[in-house]
């Protein structure tokens, strides 16, 4: 009797398996081979998946997405904690993954790659970025109360400021710099 294989969860075991490749190797040096190796299929079989490894990348970008909004929409739900507490949680959803450099190779080649030529990608980030940014907004306008509606826009810009500067400055110092911006934050909105 023939295996049954579910198509979306292996995808996704693929995109796993490339983002730790490419965290580790980088996007350029990480072969199609490379990625069957790591996904422990053959290459034959990851093209029934993927065409080639820019539709990996782009699937395990989107997915690495996914997973960052979901967690903060898990965070923002979260009634016992405090606005502040929430601020924190998300800022490391962003800094823990990335601050550590489990994904700042991956960063930097998106950057790069959507700099030079990925126009389609560029949209769906720019997309998912306005998505969180909203999320954001929506938690600093339910706390009318520690800030008031005026300043709603100018801390949700601040809050994605410290977090892009903590991302790229991951890139050339240790966690330690990321770990003081939460102070950062939190004495800028006064609390």
């Not at 490391?92 to 700099?115: H, M, P, W």
């Not at 998912?128 to 954001?136: D, F, G, P, Y």
């Not at 400021?161 to 006064?190: C, H, K, P, W, Y």
Request: proline share 2%; glycine share 6%.
């Amino acid at each position: 009797m023939p295996k049954i294989v579910d198509h979306e969860e292996r995808k996704h075991e693929i995109a796993n398996s490339a983002l730790t490749l490419f965290s580790r190797q980088g996007y350029h040096n990480a072969t199609f081979g490379d990625i069957a190796s790591a996904s422990g299929l053959s290459r034959t079989n990851i093209y029934n998946y993927f065409r080639n490894k820019d539709e990996i990348f782009h699937y395990a970008v989107g997915e690495l997405l996914d997973t960052i909004s979901g967690n903060i929409e898990d965070i923002i739900r979260q009634q016992d904690l405090s606005l502040v507490q929430k601020l924190q949680k998300i800022y490391q959803v962003f800094t823990n993954e990335i601050g550590e450099g489990k994904y700042t190779s991956i960063i930097l080649d998106l950057a790069l790659r959507l700099k030079r030529e990925d126009t389609t990608l560029a949209e769906a980030l720019d997309e998912a970025t306005k998505a969180l940014r909203k999320k954001i907004e929506a938690l600093f306008a339910g706390e009318t109360t520690l800030l008031p509606s005026p300043r709603i826009a100018a801390a949700t810009t601040l809050f994605f400021s410290l977090v892009e500067s903590s991302i790229m400055r991951s890139l050339f110092t240790d966690s330690a710099f990321i770990q003081q911006n939460i102070g950062s934050i939190l004495r800028m909105l006064g609390t």
